[in-house]
């Protein structure tokens, strides 16, 4: 029986942005870990205030968790980003090449939000004032308060989210806090964002740069899009990066593109120290790759809009609270929406916390630690401990045979679509092979949901029972007997007294498939 309970012995430790110590003592203890999310920058949080950030300006506006369909916009929006192209007017004049027109914009000098020039101050010690007029850098403002203002709008509540929590890491590693900005351009600090180069999640890794950093990526987890881990580790790469190159700008280029790649342009150049200004030089003499030679100009251009947005007319940021949870131990495969229900909130606030299980279930056969709403930590401890192993799990697994569509095998379980597609997100619907495994979620929330599914063609010639009934054989399923008998698989189950959602048929089993 596995309890959210571990033995720990080291002592209290005072966290400022808890609510108090979090005591640690020999014997059992609840393992209450407040998410390092919870903190705010300049304040101490705790109760009530642990929900709202500190600092939130006046007009901005407290909204829900982003709904799931912003994936799309956030690649869209991503998208065009990384397309963009600044082109000098030697080269052609300042448009955006086959994307979008940049809009022209006020100039801003770099403020704080509270007035005055930013300084190359403990947190702030990237120099950027050097580089901010540049037109290169002006390019991408305009783009940010221009075109791209919409989704821009909806990154800065984001940060509200997570500057916390990366701030908190990057001091632990003696990283500027404005580097942070990095994960604005790489993804709008969404944990879901999938590139194509199949970079995942805030941090935007690979899979070979996210293993060497520790991050488990399979079939089951997928770290990259754990804020947490994934930002521990991006704050490593950096300083591996800064060490390497000397310059924080260097080292986001090569964050970008490949400390390889860097390293072959500053081969290149004539001699001398590197700085800041040698990633311009490569930049200009185009040792880089496109998308690198612009990095650092949105780099700078996004700190610019952010550090001083409502100057640039974004005076409606929305306000995303700081994750805080409290964690628990699983000791068998278990579904999130399970835990979800354990601790009386939905399966979407589970999947919010706990991104990494991106099959929306826990890996079999592991004991690992799961995120819940802080507060409900003891609560789901005690009932989940007291649910047996077989209500722990709602998934069943699947075999694709010839010539299954993913469409026919979710009508088959009588689920949606989108359902299967979510619980496989690594399944191509055109190039599934036969044998392949997939994941078919039948929680009670997928059973209850009554999603339209396509009526079934019927066949042109279709057997013919002579008893009115079919005798279950292996591989049979009930959108295959429907198919056979050229009925449709809602009268099946009528006429058999078979449940919405219950799938299973036994070898042998008799089925009435006539009227």
Same mark, same amino acid.
């Given at each position: 029986?596995?309890?959210?309970?571990?033995?720990?012995?080291?002592?209290?430790?005072?966290?400022?942005?808890?609510?108090?110590?979090?005591?640690?003592?020999?014997?059992?203890?609840?393992?209450?870990?407040?998410?390092?999310?919870?903190?705010?920058?300049?304040?101490?949080?705790?109760?009530?205030?642990?929900?709202?950030?500190?600092?939130?300006?006046?007009?901005?506006?407290?909204?829900?968790?982003?709904?799931?369909?912003?994936?799309?916009?956030?690649?869209?929006?991503?998208?065009?980003?990384?397309?963009?192209?600044?082109?000098?007017?030697?080269?052609?004049?300042?448009?955006?090449?086959?994307?979008?027109?940049?809009?022209?914009?006020?100039?801003?000098?770099?403020?704080?939000?509270?007035?005055?020039?930013?300084?190359?101050?403990?947190?702030?010690?990237?120099?950027?004032?050097?580089?901010?007029?540049?037109?290169?850098?002006?390019?991408?403002?305009?783009?940010?308060?221009?075109?791209?203002?919409?989704?821009?709008?909806?990154?800065?509540?984001?940060?509200?989210?997570?500057?916390?929590?990366?701030?908190?890491?990057?001091?632990?590693?003696?990283?500027?806090?404005?580097?942070?900005?990095?994960?604005?351009?790489?993804?709008?600090?969404?944990?879901?964002?999938?590139?194509?180069?199949?970079?995942?999640?805030?941090?935007?890794?690979?899979?070979?740069?996210?293993?060497?950093?520790?991050?488990?990526?399979?079939?089951?987890?997928?770290?990259?899009?754990?804020?947490?881990?994934?930002?521990?580790?991006?704050?490593?790469?950096?300083?591996?990066?800064?060490?390497?190159?000397?310059?924080?700008?260097?080292?986001?280029?090569?964050?970008?593109?490949?400390?390889?790649?860097?390293?072959?342009?500053?081969?290149?150049?004539?001699?001398?120290?590197?700085?800041?200004?040698?990633?311009?030089?490569?930049?200009?003499?185009?040792?880089?790759?496109?998308?690198?030679?612009?990095?650092?100009?949105?780099?700078?251009?996004?700190?610019?809009?952010?550090?001083?947005?409502?100057?640039?007319?974004?005076?409606?940021?929305?306000?995303?609270?700081?994750?805080?949870?409290?964690?628990?131990?699983?000791?068998?495969?278990?579904?999130?929406?399970?835990?979800?229900?354990?601790?009386?909130?939905?399966?979407?606030?589970?999947?919010?916390?706990?991104?990494?299980?991106?099959?929306?279930?826990?890996?079999?056969?592991?004991?690992?630690?799961?995120?819940? !709403?802080?507060? =409900?930590?003891?609560? %789901?401890? $005690? +009932? &989940?401990?007291? #649910?047996?192993?077989?209500? @722990?799990?709602?998934?069943?697994?699947?075999?694709?045979?010839?010539?299954?569509?993913?469409?026919?095998?979710?009508?088959?379980?009588?689920?949606?679509?989108?359902?299967?597609?979510?619980?496989?997100?690594?399944?191509?619907?055109?190039?599934?092979?036969?044998?392949?495994?997939?994941?078919?979620?039948?929680?009670?929330?997928?059973?209850?949901?009554?999603?339209?599914?396509?009526?079934?063609?019927?066949?042109?010639?279709?057997?013919?029972?002579?008893?009115?009934?079919?005798?279950?054989? !292996?591989?049979? =399923?009930?959108?295959? %007997?429907? $198919? +056979? &008998?050229?009925? #449709?698989?809602?009268?099946? @189950?009528?006429?058999?007294?078979?449940?919405?959602?219950?799938?299973?048929?036994?070898?042998?089993?008799?089925?009435?498939?006539?009227?």
């Amino acid at each position: 029986m596995a309890l959210a309970y571990v033995n720990r012995s080291t002592p209290c430790v005072s966290r400022k942005w808890g609510t108090g110590p979090v005591c640690r003592r020999p014997g059992v203890a609840l393992l209450l870990v407040i998410g390092v999310g919870a903190c705010a920058v300049g304040g101490q949080m705790g109760g009530e205030a642990a929900m709202q950030p500190a600092g939130v300006a006046a007009g901005q506006i407290p909204t829900p968790p982003i709904a799931a369909d912003d994936s799309a916009a956030d690649e869209a929006a991503l998208f065009a980003l990384h397309e963009l192209e600044f082109k000098s007017l030697a080269k052609g004049g300042d448009h955006v090449r086959g994307v979008v027109t940049a809009v022209s914009a006020g100039r801003s000098s770099l403020t704080r939000p509270g007035g005055g020039t930013a300084s190359a101050d403990a947190g702030h010690d990237i120099d950027f004032e050097s580089f901010a007029t540049r037109r290169r850098v002006q390019y991408y403002v305009d783009y940010f308060v221009g075109p791209s203002r919409d989704r821009f709008n909806i990154w800065l509540g984001r940060q509200t989210r997570y500057e916390g929590m990366i701030h908190e890491v990057f001091q632990r590693y003696g990283l500027p806090e404005d580097l942070s900005y990095l994960a604005l351009i790489e993804s709008g600090y969404s944990n879901t964002a999938v590139s194509r180069a199949r970079a995942v999640g805030m941090w935007q890794f690979i899979r070979s740069t996210g293993r060497t950093y520790g991050l488990r990526i399979d079939s089951w987890v997928d770290e990259r899009r754990d804020p947490f881990k994934a930002t521990d580790a991006a704050a490593r790469h950096l300083v591996d990066l800064k060490q390497q190159f000397g310059s924080w700008y260097l080292a986001a280029a090569a964050y970008n593109g490949g400390a390889t790649r860097v390293a072959r342009g500053i081969e290149r150049l004539p001699t001398g120290e590197l700085s800041d200004e040698t990633f311009f030089d490569l930049a200009d003499r185009r040792y880089l790759r496109r998308e690198t030679r612009d990095y650092v100009p949105k780099l700078i251009a996004a700190r610019i809009v952010a550090m001083d947005h409502a100057a640039h007319g974004f005076t409606s940021v929305p306000v995303l609270s700081p994750l805080v949870f409290d964690e628990f131990t699983v000791s068998s495969q278990t579904g999130l929406d399970v835990i979800a229900s354990l601790a009386d909130t939905n399966a979407m606030a589970l999947r919010e916390l706990n991104p990494q299980f991106h099959r929306g279930v826990t890996p079999p056969d592991e004991v690992v630690t799961v995120r819940v !709403p802080r507060g =409900t930590g003891k609560l %789901v401890a $005690q +009932r &989940y401990a007291e #649910l047996p192993p077989s209500e @722990r799990v709602n998934f069943l697994e699947h075999v694709v045979r010839r010539g299954e569509t993913l469409g026919e095998i979710s009508a088959s379980y009588g689920i949606s679509l989108r359902y299967v597609r979510e619980a496989n997100p690594n399944v191509r619907p055109r190039r599934m092979r036969i044998g392949q495994r997939l994941m078919i979620p039948l929680s009670q929330a997928a059973r209850t949901r009554r999603a339209p599914r396509p009526r079934p063609t019927r066949a042109r010639a279709v057997a013919v029972a002579p008893n009115g009934y079919h005798t279950v054989r !292996p591989g049979d =399923t009930l959108w295959g %007997v429907s $198919q +056979r &008998y050229g009925v #449709l698989l809602r009268e099946l @189950r009528r006429w058999n007294e078979i449940a919405e959602g219950d799938t299973l048929l036994n070898v042998g089993q008799r089925l009435r498939v006539t009227p």
